[in-house]
């Protein structure tokens, strides 16, 4: 994976003059930087980053540029990519399980902010963390959530074992928390809602007044055709929902957002290698690439194509199979997408609102998935 030094005018330019062969994602600082400032303006609490969606330390070093002060990560690697690009920012160690090797490292690294949904990684960090600073939160979900990627199927703990996870934070003398997961892509305020209503009956159960409330990443970017999803409208409703719901025993809040902060801020260039018998597209890329979070949540509506010189195909739209290049036959986009019948071999087909899951889940299977990334001024 390259990074080229040269700063581009839109990705039509990239097409015109270098005609990539293999998929091209086309990063935009500002598009980041305006994203954050919204998430820090918007959002009532801290806004933190989760790493893991996209840990590119352009990525990274623009966030902390535009007053990113937390970042959300999950391993000794992250933890150390942080403190090496962002050192006087806060890490909060949120994956719910780590080996002992790996709780070392992250107190050596002075990590100060953990999570956990069982009574096993509790008793670890009791044995390994020490408590003075420290904040432990509690995950926990509700069985009946499920967003458009199902995160409470691997981590967190019911609200009867949330309720005793918590009470033995606070005994431990760690400064009590709460935390959940909504999903990934959630558009729907509501699933906020009820998450939050039910960290207020824990809290009040365990008879725990909550040092802070992390309300998780989930926020939706823009990949659907028709207008952005409005965030703003989540932000207002955790504001309110947590007001009523805590009343006077409010917690400070948190979120760790990782697509809805890095999501729209690039643009995914990817070719047509054949129009087969003139019906289905191979394109240069797939689930084994760039494209492997299509899958899972769902394809990427808002799509531009062009011609190898650059200009738009303009022609009315067809439903079209999507193929990747290998063999594999699962290497398929999960619909048909809505292509101009003018589409030829050669063209590019242009994805925007990729910025998370992409670079970072590109593997080298079957020989493809040689990637670049390049900055542009314009991502349209
Ligand atoms: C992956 C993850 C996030 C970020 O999820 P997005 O859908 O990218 O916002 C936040 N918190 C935790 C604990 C995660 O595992």
Redesign the pocket.
Known sequence: MGVSKTIWMNPSEIIRVNRPDHPVLVFSPAVLQQTAVRYIRGFPGLVTY?V??NPAEMVIENLAAASIRGF?V?SPDEIDLIRRLAPNCALHY??PVRGRAEIAHAVEAGVKVW?VDSRSELSKLVDLVPYEGCEISV?FELADETGA?D?SAK?GATEDLAVALLRDVDEAGFKPSL?F?P???VTDPMVWDRYIRAAARIAEQAGVRLHRLNV????PNHRKAGPAPKVEEIFTTIDRVAGEAFGEARPALVC?????LVGDAFTHITRVKSLRDGGDVFLNDGIYGGLADLPLVGNIERLTCYGPDGRKREGATLPRTVFGPTCDPVDRLPSQLALPEDLEEEDYIVFHGMG??SAVTNTRFSGFGKMEIVTALSLV
């Open positions: 989760d893991k969606s959300d999950a949120h994956n999570s995950r990627y995160a981590f935390t997961q999903g990934s892509q998780g990443g989930g926020f760790e957002p990782g697509r809805g998370a899951y």
